[in-house]
């Protein structure tokens, strides 16, 4: 019996260092294949133009040279506007409307989840149906509001939209459904007030959807143009800047390259510090009726 015992474990070892084996090998070749894009743009970016137009093209730089991002630099410091008031523009907008918008959606969508009154069916019903519409079926009637209330060439027309997306809410609002109530009646028997509750109870319960979050719409607004809202130079952002440089032609492929690269450098490094902090929460269990 002894010996029929180790030899099912030692049978399910092997099989189990095999299968550990040819996942490892299928995670690594997935993860190879899905990283293709970002080593090619870091490849183009760092090409001489003469590289870039080869044929048949290359997928990897031979002569790595960074006057790509040399001469970025240049026609950025020839501009009337100087490059630090473009990236001013893009940070504040990006996060002025990630902070309101994580804020406005978990408040709103606290209350839908976990307080009883009338209405509450039908606004999330609301809220549900504009998932619905793309920014480009709404931009015409957010044109006329900006126009009316006269936010026009300011920054609240970029930062006011994005604080009421409905993904955020309806994200959200799922995860807060998940909160135990027992919880929060504890904290509220021991005297805690209903923003305590929120801030030190509700949040840290739904810290992965708030990440998730922070990555979406830090994402949409870093590479947010806002040529419709925004006529003044001093007040368009990085991306408007950048995109402008690259659809010079030919000549700027190379910039327009090292364009693309200074774009995904941070939201990706975004995604990697928030991706362990999502990974932990999920993984931790919470507390169950």
């Excluded at 002569?63 to 940070?91: C, G, I, Q």
Aim: hydrophobic letters at 55%; charged letters at 15%; aromatic letters at 10%.
């Amino acid at each position: 019996m002894r010996a029929i015992l180790k030899h099912k474990k030692r049978a399910n070892a092997s099989h189990s260092a095999a299968g550990n084996a040819v996942s490892f090998v299928v995670l690594t070749v997935l993860g190879l294949f899905m990283a293709l894009p970002i080593i090619l743009s870091v490849s183009n970016s760092l090409k001489p133009l003469e590289e870039l137009f080869v044929f048949p093209p290359k997928f990897l730089v031979r002569n790595p040279t960074t006057d790509n991002f040399t001469d970025l630099l240049t026609l950025m410091s020839e501009s009337w506007v100087p490059f630090t008031r473009y990236l001013f523009n893009t940070v504040f907008v990006t996060a002025a409307g990630t902070l309101g918008h994580i804020l406005i959606a978990s408040m709103c969508a606290f209350a839908l989840a976990k307080r009883k009154f009338p209405g509450a069916k039908i606004i999330f019903g609301v809220i549900v149906t504009a998932l619905m519409f793309s920014v480009q079926v709404t931009a015409i009637p957010n044109y006329l509001i900006m126009s009316k209330i006269g936010w026009l060439d300011t920054y609240a027309s970029l930062i006011v939209p994005a604080m009421a997306k409905p993904l955020g809410l309806f994200l959200m609002k799922q995860f807060m459904e998940q909160i135990p109530d027992a919880l929060l009646e504890a904290a509220r028997i021991d005297g805690a007030k209903e923003f305590t509750v929120f801030f030190k109870v509700a949040l840290p319960q739904v810290k992965p959807a708030l990440l998730t979050l922070v990555i979406f719409c830090f994402q949409d607004l870093w590479n947010m143009q806002g040529a419709t809202y925004i006529y003044s130079e001093k007040l368009k952002t990085l991306p408007y800047a950048l995109g402008q440089i690259s659809a010079a032609g030919i000549s700027r492929a190379g910039v327009s390259a090292a364009v693309t690269v200074i774009m995904m450098t941070v939201p990706i490094v975004l995604f990697i510090l928030c991706q362990s902090n999502i990974v932990e929460t999920m993984a931790s269990s919470g507390i169950k009726d």
